[in-house]
Every structure is written in structure tokens, then in C-alpha cells.
């Protein structure tokens, strides 16, 4: 199975800033099959970008995707309040999807 | 509002069984694809189970093919797993998923419920 690491583990981070979390493939991501969730405790997990850079219905703009082959970005141009949270990748390229393990962006 | 709302979460012994489901409310739920997909404790996500609109085409992860059954009941608006044989590592909480497409899979979600904690444990 295609195994997804994502790093930093934890990004401290102050609202305002720029958040870049990676996720890196073990095996190349076979077209634009890649996608990006936010969750809050909780919370139900959310969908952001899909299709390695098209944000989900309701995503704000400071949130894009980009990457290719084997590495990912997930951008937040700004961090606002609500921002904070564990973001997860996922690749639905090769069965099964996978899913990364999160990186937690938490406030400075 | 367009919601899924998990259930049927506790406690249970190694060997033992258990029954989620998951309500659907808000949008057509014999529309859309579902999965079922759990987080271990400190672990990230994990697919483990597909059904398409009519219940003919399922999948499931390894880990739980042959112990899990998906089904779902359209006039109820309902989404069910049935889990036989749990084993310790089967911990977690499950969450239910709709997949964006509609009559066939894009196999990314987008509607989720907030999760049902299993625990299995002697």
C-alpha cells in the first residue's frame, strides 16, 4: 500500500502566520488523486482540497493544495483562530487509500 | 442540515461483537456512495469499508475482511457495520463517511459524522 508520511508532526505556529505541512508518498500518486481533511476534537473530520489543489465547497481561499509524483503542500496563506486543528492527507491514486498520520497545528 | 450521526459505539470483549450504524439526514442517502473509516487511538485515519447504492459492489480493508460486514438501508436512511471477532486493535473510534460521488466512487469524502469510540478490551 502506498504509505503517507506527513511532517512536521506539530507546527506551533501564531494566528497570522503561514503554515506549510508536507506529506510525502511512498510510491508516486498515480494522477491528481490526492486530498487534504482538517479535524477538530470532536468535531467531524472535514474536507478541504481534493484532486491535489481544488478546495472542497465552503474553503476558504488561504487554503490551497499543491504537489506532484511523491510530495504534497497543504498552504494557510493566514492562520485564523479557527485554524487550529490536525490536518490528514490522503491518496486515493492505488486501493486502498491511505491516509497520513497528521500534523497537528497548534497556537504558539 | 446535512448530517451523519454515528451510534452503536461501547465496550466489548476480544471475540465479541459489535453493531454501528450511522444516520443519514439533510441530503438523498440512496445518492451517494459510504465508507466506513476509524482512527486508533494517537494513529490517523484508516479506510476500512465500501458500499456502493445498491449494496452490490463491497469493500474492505485486510485488517478487517472477513470479521466486518457493510450494509446500508435506503428507505431508512441508514448505514450499518456489523463487527464480529474484534480483537483488541480493532480500538478506535468509527466514523462514517460519504464519498463526493454519487453513483460511482471518487473515494474522497466529503460528509463525515463525529465518530463512535469502540473499545475492545478484556
Known amino acids: 500500500e502506498n504509505v503517507l508520511t506527513q511532517s512536521p508532526g506539530t507546527l506551533s505556529l501564531s494566528p497570522g502566520e503561514r503554515a506549510t505541512l508536507s506529506c510525502r508518498a511512498s510510491?508516486?500518486?498515480?494522477?491528481?488523486?490526492f486530498a487534504w481533511y482538517q479535524h477538530k476534537p470532536g468535531q467531524a473530520p472535514r474536507l478541504l482540497i481534493y484532486g491535489i489543489s481544488s478546495r472542497a465547497t465552503g474553503i476558504p481561499d488561504r487554503f490551497s493544495g499543491s504537489g506532484s509524483g511523491t510530495d504534497f503542500t497543504l498552504t494557510i496563506s493566514r492562520l485564523e483562530p479557527e485554524d487550529f486543528a490536525v490536518y490528514y492527507c490522503q491518496q486515493y491514486g492505488s486501493p486502498p487509500l491511505t491516509f497520513g498520520g497528521g500534523t497537528k497545528v497548534e497556537i504558539k | 442540515e446535512v448530517q451523519l450521526v454515528e451510534s452503536g459505539g461501547g465496550f466489548v470483549q476480544p471475540g465479541g461483537s459489535l453493531r454501528l450504524s450511522c444516520a443519514a439526514s439533510g441530503f438523498t442517502f440512496s445518492s451517494y456512495v459510504m465508507n466506513w473509516v476509524r482512527q486508533a487511538p494517537g494513529k490517523g485515519l484508516e479506510w476500512i469499508s465500501y458500499?456502493?447504492?445498491?449494496?452490490?459492489?463491497?469493500y474492505f480493508a485486510d485488517s478487517v475482511k472477513g470479521r466486518f460486514t457493510i450494509s446500508r438501508d435506503n428507505a431508512k436512511n441508514s448505514l450499518y457495520l456489523q463487527m464480529n471477532s474484534l480483537r483488541d486493535e480493532d480500538t478506535a473510534v468509527y466514523y462514517c463517511a460519504r464519498d463526493h460521488g454519487q453513483t460511482s466512487p471518487y473515494w474522497y469524502f466529503d460528509l463525515w459524522g463525529r465518530g463512535t469510540l469502540v473499545t475492545v478490551s478484556s
Open positions: 510510491q508516486s500518486v498515480s494522477s491528481t488523486y
Open positions: 458500499i456502493d447504492l445498491t449494496s452490490s459492489t463491497i
